[in-house]
C-alpha cells in the first residue's frame, strides 16, 4: 500500500524486490473524486490527523536517518490501510473498481527506470543540430558527476543554466566562473573541463537541421476539423463523464484522449484497457 507509488516501485525493482497486490492509495483518492490533491489533505479530511511536512524538503542523503526524518518516513504510510477502506467503499459504490485494480495491476508492472538524459522534442524543431547535440552531451556529462557525487543531476546544475551557456558560449567560456555550478563543480577544474571541451566543440554559427523525426501513421485534420471533433465528440462525452463521476476522475478516465482524437492518432498502444474501450467509441463516432 502507498501513495503515488511508482516511483517508489521502480526504485524498489532496481534493488531486486518486486511487490504484489499494489493498492495506490492517490489513484483511489481520484477514482473517488475525492477533493484533496495531496496525501496531506487527504490525511485530514479522511482522518483529522495532520502531518509535519517540515523534513520533506530537508537533506535525505544524510546517514544515519535523524529520527525526525524516520518518523516523518513512518507517519507517510501508517494511515494509509485506514484511508485505503474508505475509499474503497466509494469507489465501489461508483462501479469503478474494476478501474482501480487495472491501475494497481499496472503499477506491479512496471520496469526498472534507467535514467537518460534527453532533451525536449520542440527542441529538434527549434535548435541546430549543434545546440542539440551539445546540450544532450552536458546532460550526460552533469548525470556522470551527479553519481560520481552521489546528489542528484539537478544540483549539479540546472537544465537552464546549460542552455544558457550554449547561448552564450564565449562569455561563458571567458568568464570560466560557473557560478550556477554545484561548489564541488565549480571549484573542479576535471569537472569543469568536461563542459569546456563541449562547450568549445559546439559551433553556435551552425545551421545543420536535426534530421526529421519519423511522422506516425495518423489521419491529418484541419484546424476547423479539430474544433469540431472536439465540440461535437469529445465534450458531450466529457460532459456525461463530468455527470456521473465529477470533474477529477473524468480528467483520469479520459487523460490524453483529446490529444489523441484532434492529433489524428489511432494506436491504443499507449492506453488501459477500459481507456481502449471509450477511444473505441469516440474513434467510431468520426466515422459516421
Not at 559546439?202 to 476547423?224: A, F, G, H, L
Not at 491504443?268 to 467509441?281: A, G, H, V
Request: hydrophobic share 35%; with cysteine.
Amino acid at each position: 500500500m502507498l501513495y503515488s507509488g511508482s516511483e517508489d516501485i521502480a526504485l524498489l525493482k532496481q534493488h531486486g524486490c518486486n511487490i504484489k497486490n499494489v493498492f495506490d492509495v492517490q489513484v483511489a483518492a481520484t477514482l473517488s473524486n475525492h477533493p484533496a490533491r495531496n496525501l496531506g489533505d487527504l490525511l485530514l479530511a479522511e482522518t483529522g490527523r495532520t502531518i509535519d511536512k517540515s523534513e520533506q524538503t530537508s537533506d535525505w542523503s544524510v546517514r544515519p536517518l535523524s529520527a525526525a526524518k524516520i518518523e516523518y518516513a513512518a507517519n507517510d504510510v501508517i494511515f494509509l490501510p485506514e484511508i485505503k477502506e474508505k475509499l474503497k467503499q466509494l469507489i465501489d459504490a461508483r462501479d469503478l473498481h474494476a478501474v482501480l485494480e487495472e491501475e494497481n495491476l499496472a503499477l506491479e508492472k512496471i520496469t526498472e527506470r534507467s535514467h537518460v538524459p534527453k532533451i525536449k522534442p520542440s527542441y529538434y524543431k527549434d535548435f541546430s543540430k549543434s545546440f542539440c547535440d551539445a546540450l544532450l552531451a552536458m546532460l550526460n556529462l552533469r548525470d556522470q558527476i551527479g553519481k560520481d557525487l552521489n546528489i542528484p543531476p539537478n544540483r549539479v546544475v540546472d537544465n537552464r543554466y546549460l542552455e544558457d551557456a550554449l547561448f552564450n558560449r564565449d562569455a561563458f567560456l571567458i568568464s570560466n566562473e560557473f557560478k550556477s555550478f554545484h561548489p564541488k563543480v565549480r571549484y573542479s577544474q576535471h569537472y569543469k573541463n568536461g563542459f569546456i571541451d563541449i562547450l568549445r566543440a559546439y559551433d553556435p554559427e551552425s545551421t545543420e537541421k536535426n534530421p526529421r523525426m519519423p511522422s506516425r501513421n495518423r489521419r491529418i485534420y484541419s484546424k476547423d476539423e479539430r474544433n469540431s471533433i472536439v465540440e461535437e465528440i469529445y465534450n458531450p462525452v466529457k460532459a456525461t463523464y463530468l455527470e456521473n463521476y465529477g470533474e477529477r476522475t473524468t480528467e483520469f478516465l479520459l487523460r490524453g484522449m483529446k490529444r489523441k482524437l484532434i492529433s489524428g492518432e489511432t494506436s491504443t498502444d499507449d492506453l488501459r484497457m477500459y481507456q481502449r474501450d471509450i477511444f473505441t467509441k469516440l474513434s467510431a463516432a468520426l466515422d459516421m
